[in-house]
């Protein structure tokens, strides 16, 4: 059972564009994190939001965790072909002692 | 930083034999996670240790899945006898989880496992 849905599964853009990915479910997170896996590599951590409402920023990739603390969205603005790949995020199950349940992600291709 | 190294990257088996994935954590981490990616249920958490104790199990598919971690910087998976549908990439992770902080993962490249 998948407690976190991302969406959309897929998307394609042009290089420049921008482009949003959610991650939504009906549990309470402790915290929540984004990652992005290369082809043939491991997840790499992004970012970790832990308080509801919060929005970090990395350079033009910007991530909010809902008010709730049960959805989060991440924003690319003007997105780059390096920044292809599949963006995981995991939320940290409460009470679980650092256990994290991963959605299915989002394949993303941005193209030159 | 070496990163966590995995081995083999790759595996090739046939129906019945014996698997085992290997795994060296970042040096000085306390928690070391096993993990297996597939297309149809994402990445999926097995099992793990902190402090070399096997803290939670309950992702571990069935009894031909056993995992070791004999020291603080080896850690095995083994799979006996092996199946076409444990065909999967199987990442070991590693983190330094202080209590009540945030945990964060390192991830190895994986080891893609081929059952026939």
């Known amino acids: 059972t998948q407690l976190l849905e991302q969406s959309p599964q897929f998307l394609s853009i042009q290089e420049g564009e921008n482009l949003t990915v959610y991650c939504n479910s009906s549990?309470?997170?402790?915290?929540l994190q984004w990652y992005r896996q290369e082809p043939g590599e491991g997840p790499v951590l992004l970012v970790t939001?832990?308080?509801?409402?919060e929005v970090k920023k990395l350079k033009r990739l910007t991530f909010q965790f809902g008010d709730a603390r049960k959805d989060s969205s991440l924003h690319i603005t003007a997105a780059q072909p390096g920044e292809t790949g599949l963006y995981l995020c995991a939320g940290e199950i409460t009470d679980s002692w650092g256990k994290l349940q991963f959605g299915a992600g989002t394949q993303v291709v941005v193209t030159p | 930083d070496a990163g966590v190294i995995q081995s083999p990257r790759h595996e090739v088996t046939e129906m019945g034999q014996e698997v085992t994935l290997r795994c060296k954590p970042i040096?000085?981490?306390?928690?070391l996670f096993w993990y297996r990616q597939t297309m149809m249920r994402g990445l999926e958490l097995l099992i793990y240790?902190?402090?070399?104790?096997?803290?939670?199990d309950s992702g571990m598919p069935e009894d031909r899945f056993s995992a070791k971690m004999p020291n603080a910087s080896f850690s095995t998976l083994k799979i006996q006898p092996s199946e076409p549908r444990d065909s999967a990439v199987y990442f070991c992770?590693?983190?330094?989880?202080?209590?009540?902080?945030?945990?964060?993962?390192?991830f190895g490249s994986g080891t893609q496992l081929s059952v026939l």
């Open positions: 992770a590693s983190s330094n989880l202080i209590q009540v902080d945030v945990e964060k993962l390192f």
């Open positions: 939001v832990v308080t509801g409402g």
């Open positions: 240790f902190n402090n070399n104790v096997p803290i939670d």
């Open positions: 040096s000085g981490h306390n928690s």
């Open positions: 549990s309470v997170f402790s915290s």
